[in-house]
């Protein structure tokens, strides 16, 4: 991957996980509502994020190499 | 646990509740700050709302028997 098509990715993923964490944002702010579906939300939210933070650890690794 | 013990109960886990509900609110705020602790959180959160609609049933259930 270049550092061009990694830039893309963190930036298609970053606007993505701001739409997951709106959708945590509200599922928390209308509990005990729908509670059932938090710990998926939950999870595929973390995911999201801990993907972005390596892809972007990456990125500053080949920035710098 | 008789009927009032029971209320007693509901109304103190609700307010926990509501605190850790803001927590999960504010940390899904705050992503991707702190996003490590996002499935701490929701477990915790998920665990005392499951509680609370328990207790909720059986005290319909005692109300109306």
Same mark, same amino acid.
Do not use: C, F, W
């Given at each position: 991957m270049t &550092? #061009? /098509?990694l830039r893309n990715t963190i930036k298609r993923?970053?606007?993505k996980a +701001?739409?997951?964490k709106m /959708?945590?944002?509200d599922l928390a #702010? +209308?509990?005990p509502t729908d509670y059932e579906k938090l710990m998926t939300v939950a999870a595929e939210t973390y995911e &999201?994020?801990?993907e972005l /933070?390596?892809?972007k650890q990456q990125l500053k690794t080949m #920035?710098?190499?």
């Amino acid at each position: 991957m270049t &550092i #061009e /098509d990694l830039r893309n990715t963190i930036k298609r993923l970053n606007s993505k996980a +701001g739409q997951m964490k709106m /959708d945590l944002h509200d599922l928390a #702010e +209308g509990l005990p509502t729908d509670y059932e579906k938090l710990m998926t939300v939950a999870a595929e939210t973390y995911e &999201i994020y801990k993907e972005l /933070d390596r892809l972007k650890q990456q990125l500053k690794t080949m #920035e710098t190499s």
